[in-house]
C-alpha cells in the first residue's frame, strides 16, 4: 500500500492515541489518503504538533487532548470531533498504555491502569462515537499480539488486550445491522518509545540490558526486525477502507512472520 491513490477520501476519521507511535502514523496515512482528520491524547503539545505538521503539507487536521478514561472528556472531546468534521466516518481507538510486572508485582493499581485505559477507554470511545457515525463507517481497535496469547510479565497487559480482541468481535456482531464494520490489528514489536521503555523495564525486571532483551526478542521474528509504525497504519487504512469491505470482527496480526 505504498502509493496514495485516496484510498479514504472524503472520510471523517477520529483518532485516539494519536500523539505519536502507531496513532500518528495512522493520522498521517489517513490524511495522505484524503481523509480528514482530528487527533486525541493526553500529550496536548504532541497532539498538535502532529496535526500541525499534517496542516502544514496541506490535509486537514485538528487536535484535541483526550483523557479515555475520563468519560465525561470522552464525551466532550467526540461531539466537538464529529462537530468539527460535520460528523463521523471513521473511528480508531488506538489509544492505550503498557505496564509490566511479574505476578507478585501485578498490583491493583498497575491492573487497574491497563484496564481503565486499554479497555474502559476503548468502549468509552466506542459508546460516544458510534451514535454519531454514520451507517456503513468503520471502527478499528489497536490490540496487540499480547491480545492473541499470553507472555511472562505481562498479566494485565495481556488481560486488557484480550478483552480489546473480544470488544472487536462482539460489536462487529451488534453493529451489523448499520453496515458499521468493527476489526482489530495486533501488533507485535513496533519501533515506537512505548516499545522502548517495554525493553528498559523488561531489562530491569530480569536483570540484563535493554539490548539483550531487544535482541531475544528480535531473534523470534522470522523477517529479523521491528516493525515501523508506518507499516502498521497501512493495515489500518486498509481495514477502514472499502477493500475490506466484507470483512468484520477479524483481528489482523501484524508479526513479521512470527505466526507462520
Avoid: W
Avoid at 142 to 164: I, W
Avoid at 165 to 185: F, H, K
Wanted: net charge negative.
Amino acid at each position: 500500500m505504498g502509493t496514495r491513490a485516496g484510498l479514504l477520501q472524503g472520510r471523517r476519521a477520529f483518532i485516539t492515541g494519536a500523539a505519536g507511535g502507531i496513532g500518528a502514523a495512522t493520522a498521517r496515512r489517513f490524511a495522505e489518503e484524503g481523509a480528514r482528520v482530528v487527533l486525541a491524547d493526553l500529550d496536548a503539545a504532541a497532539t498538535e504538533a502532529v496535526a500541525a505538521e499534517l496542516r502544514e503539507e496541506g490535509h486537514q487536521a485538528a487536535a484535541f487532548v483526550l483523557d479515555v478514561t475520563d468519560d465525561g472528556q470522552v464525551a466532550r472531546v467526540v461531539a466537538e470531533a464529529a462537530a468539527t468534521l460535520g460528523g463521523l466516518d471513521t473511528v480508531i481507538a488506538n489509544a492505550g498504555v503498557l505496564r509490566l510486572g511479574r505476578l507478585e508485582d501485578t498490583t491493583e493499581e498497575l491492573l487497574r491502569l491497563c484496564l481503565d485505559v486499554n479497555v474502559v477507554g476503548t468502549v468509552a470511545t466506542l459508546r460516544h462515537a458510534v451514535p454519531r457515525m454514520v451507517d456503513g463507517g468503520a471502527i478499528v481497535c489497536t490490540a496487540s499480539v499480547a491480545g492473541l496469547e499470553g507472555a511472562p510479565e505481562l498479566t494485565a497487559y495481556c488481560a486488557s488486550k484480550f478483552a480489546v480482541v473480544g470488544i472487536v468481535q462482539s460489536l462487529a456482531r451488534e453493529l451489523t445491522p448499520r453496515g458499521i464494520r468493527v476489526n482489530g490489528v495486533a501488533p507485535g514489536l513496533v519501533d515506537t518509545p512505548m516499545l522502548q521503555s517495554f525493553f528498559a523495564e523488561r531489562a530491569r525486571i530480569r536483570g540484563t540490558t535493554a539490548a539483550a532483551v531487544r535482541d531475544a526478542l528480535v531473534g523470534g521474528v522470522p523477517m529479523g526486525r521491528l516493525a515501523e509504525p508506518a507499516e502498521v497504519a497501512d493495515v489500518i487504512a486498509y481495514l477502514a477502507s472499502d477493500l475490506s469491505r466484507y470483512v468484520s470482527g477479524a483481528t489482523l496480526p501484524i508479526l513479521g512472520g512470527e505466526t507462520a
